[in-house]
């Protein structure tokens, strides 16, 4: 599986779908963006060096010759999380100036699972287009909204929440969250 990290705030979410892919026993291949690693600092939380430790494999964004790059190398699907509205935009119109965005399109058109996490808000038109070019191109547009009916008593258990959803799109089998039990 392979996880990339841009920089927009929600790091959290990055963090916790690394751990929930890792008690799953998933292979995780990480790159983080510049842009990443700065919001990793301002965020607080675990430092970048400590967040690719959850990952098998992490990669520099600027190295484009790394297996990730290439339709052949086997991987299961990708996320993007969080998913800044540059980020996004570049995925939906092909353009791949470093190993995050080339490993997005390669999922495109391998037609391997693409779940795309935005998380800033509001959205601008040319992003709202962005995400539609997304998912007629096949990603899965999974923005980081929390759901409330499980009653969520920490932060924890909204970003949990959002996790889950993410696993489910990416075909890993983990009870991470709570699930819908009816009204």
């Known amino acids: 599986m392979v996880v990339g990290v841009s920089g927009a705030s929600g790091i959290p979410y990055a963090e916790d779908l690394l751990r929930a892919l890792g008690s799953a026993g998933v292979e995780v291949h990480l790159v983080i963006t510049a842009g990443g690693r700065r919001l990793i600092a301002a965020e607080g939380g ?37 998913a800044s509205q540059g980020t996004l935009a570049k995925i939906a119109y092909g353009l791949t100036d470093n190993l995050l965005t080339r490993a997005a399109l390669v999922h495109l058109k391998e037609r391997r699972p693409l779940v795309v996490v935005p998380r800033e808000t509001p959205l601008a038109l040319p992003t709202l287009r962005a995400l539609v070019a997304l998912a007629e191109a096949g ?21 949990r929440f959002v996790t889950q959803r993410i696993l489910d799109h990416l075909g890993v089998p983990l009870a991470w969250a709570p699930r819908w039990q009816g009204g």
Request: proline fraction near 16%; avoid cysteine.
């Open 139 to 159: 990603a899965v547009v999974l923005p980081a909204a929390p759901g409330f009916y499980h009653r969520p008593r920490t932060v924890d258990d909204l970003v």
């Open 46 to 82: 675990l430092g970048p060096d400590q967040l690719e430790a959850l990952a098998h494999r992490s990669y520099p964004p600027n190295d484009l010759a790394a297996p990730i790059a290439s339709g052949s190398f086997p991987t299961r699907g990708m996320a993007v999380v969080p």
